[in-house]
T-cell receptor, first 111, second 114 residues
């Protein structure tokens, strides 16, 4: 099955700086890569996703890049704000419909 | 739509007791997932159903865990007998038909086994 690795496990940045979280996957058949944000005590919720026919996608301060050849994808958050503090999960999914999550990155934005 | 609904939200039980967690997926979604979340292991996929049929249960830790989906609108995850190491937050998620679609999570059930 798919193996998704995520780094770093914890990340602290100053407010206004950028944050980058990286993931790798093992199954070349994976073609859908969502990112979820989980605030303390709440459920994971989708913040952005990217499909295998796209190399980059942006949504305001959030962007995701995908390198299918190298089997890695990254989340970029610019101009970070305290409300960005949360745990972020990457995931990979293939046509079999399963979701495999990374182990999560705990992001702290220091005011 | 109310989203994915899980019950109970919190469960405290004694070691050895049977625990049943419940999930109602979003209407029309044909895939359902059960995940377990702990600090040490993150989000672990326990089992995945497609059209009410279990497709992959390789993540179920051991025979003490079982899951059913008797119809498209209801699923259960049962632990019998429960052990303290089963303490975790259990999430149910559902996903609509087709590839490249988002999975929606329920609020989770926080299980504590004492």
């Amino acid at each position: 099955g798919e193996n998704v690795e995520q780094h770093p496990s914890t990340l602290s940045v100053q407010e206004g700086d950028s944050a980058v979280i990286k993931c790798t996957y093992s199954d070349s058949a994976s073609n859908y890569f969502p990112w979820y944000k989980q605030e303390l005590g709440k459920r994971p919720q989708l913040i952005i996703d990217i499909r295998s026919n796209v190399g980059e996608k942006k949504d305001q301060r959030i962007a995701v890049t995908l390198n299918k050849t190298a089997k890695h994808f990254s989340l970029h958050i610019t101009e970070t704000q305290p409300e960005d503090s949360a745990v972020y999960f990457c995931a990979a999914s293939d046509s079999g419909n399963q979701f495999y999550f990374g182990t999560g990155t705990s992001l702290t934005v220091i005011p | 739509d109310a989203g994915v609904i899980q019950s109970p939200r919190h469960e405290v039980t004694e070691m050895g007791q049977e625990v049943t967690l419940r999930c109602k997926p979003i209407s029309g979604h044909n895939s359902l997932f059960w995940y377990r979340q702990t600090m040490m292991r993150g989000l672990e996929l326990l089992i995945y159903f497609n059209n009410n049929v279990p497709i992959d249960d390789s993540g179920m830790p051991e025979d003490r865990f079982s899951a059913k989906m008797p119809n498209a609108s209801f699923s259960t995850l049962k632990i019998q007998p429960s052990e303290p190491r089963d303490s975790a937050v259990y999430f149910c998620a559902s996903r609509p038909q087709g590839v490249n679609t988002e999975a929606f999570f329920g609020q989770g059930t926080r299980l504590t086994v004492v």
